[in-house]
């Protein structure tokens, strides 16, 4: 899996978790959050794009991008279901890499769902979903990492 930094390029998943490591590490009195969210968007097919975000609240963060193409086209409740499991996938890697490490940040996974619109009959299970895998979620209008950061990559 590749991801991208908009100031540092192409990088590995260990070169992005060594970078989120520096990052905290440059003001370890300061408070950090890592995020995790996933958006998509149809064109010929779907494009997924899954946000790793390490904030340090009240003081901005850095943000690293994956994307991934798929032919079909998925119906939207597939869809959301798709973007979860890619969320969880990254946030358990990084779990891993953590736990691995000795180190502890908080983290959440921020779904592209929400009360009002088409999403909100997916609300309940989405969340139950991830709440069941260990991970505290957000839906709109707080969960940023998915609603704004991935989404910006997918168009």
Do not use: W
Request: net charge neutral.
């Amino acid at each position: 899996m590749e991801f991208i930094s908009p100031t540092k390029g192409r990088l590995t998943f260990d070169e992005v978790f060594a970078d989120v490591m520096e990052y905290a590490s440059e003001k370890p009195e300061e408070s950090y959050r890592l995020i995790v969210g996933t958006d998509s968007q149809i064109r010929d097919g779907t494009c997924f794009v899954t946000a790793l975000i390490v904030h340090r609240k009240g003081k901005g963060g850095r943000f690293f991008y994956t994307r991934c193409y798929e032919d079909h086209v998925r119906s939207l409740r597939q869809r959301i279901f798709y973007e979860a499991s890619l969320s969880l996938s990254v946030a358990s890697r990084l779990a891993e890499k953590l736990s691995e490490s000795g180190h502890e940040l908080d983290m959440e996974i921020h779904l592209d769902v929400g009360t009002n619109g088409a999403t909100k009959s997916l609300v309940k299970e989405v969340v139950g979903m991830v709440n069941g895998s260990g991970f505290l979620c957000r839906i709109k209008p707080e969960s940023y990492g998915a609603s704004s950061v991935a989404d910006r990559y997918t168009k």
